[in-house]
């Protein structure tokens, strides 16, 4: 019944929010994947240690098609090594093929696998807000000088010496 009632609540709130935006990307980790490339490819113009910063954030992206590659069983790294092949190529709606045998992708949005803009939306924004802000702390941690007491300076000496 438990998870009846989570079906229902999640069909509920989908359609809430698809009558508040109507836009819809591609699953599978097709749009995860495709930002990845762009935000990479964007990171690689740009100069010192901006770019690996950049880097890591469009690597961080590669998470949700890691997991559905690991979830299913097959090579992960030929999974990826495929998804970014393919959107190499400009096809931008390639996603992970869950039901295929072995490492394979095809189009998501042909597949009918579709996720809620707002989602995707919401997620990398919250996720990113919250990376920023645990840089933010560790920054203000690190740049604060060490506690405990200052030393006195001893200036009990001559003059004369």
């Not at 910063?53 to 979830?71: M, W």
């Not at 090579?75 to 190529?89: D, F, G, I, R, S």
Request: aromatic residues 6%.
């Amino acid at each position: 019944m438990d998870d009846i009632e989570r079906a229902i609540d999640d069909g509920v709130n989908t359609f809430k929010a698809l009558t508040k935006d109507v836009r819809l990307v591609a699953g599978a980790g097709a749009t995860e994947i495709e930002l990845a490339k762009q935000i990479t490819t964007f990171g690689e113009s740009l100069a010192g240690l901006e770019q690996y910063a950049v880097k890591k954030f469009a690597e961080s992206l590669e998470v949700i098609p890691r997991s559905l590659a690991e979830n299913t069983g097959v090579k992960t790294t030929e999974v990826m090594a495929k998804l970014y092949a393919a959107h190499q190529e400009g096809k931008k709606t390639f996603g992970i093929d869950i039901e295929g045998i072995g490492a394979t992708v095809k189009s998501a949005k042909e597949a009918g696998i579709i996720d809620l803009f707002m989602t995707k939306h919401w997620g990398i924004k919250f996720s990113t807000t919250s990376a920023c802000s645990v840089l933010n702390v560790d920054q203000i941690i690190m740049s604060k000088p060490a506690g405990g007491p200052k030393v006195k300076e001893n200036k009990n000496y001559d003059e004369d010496d």
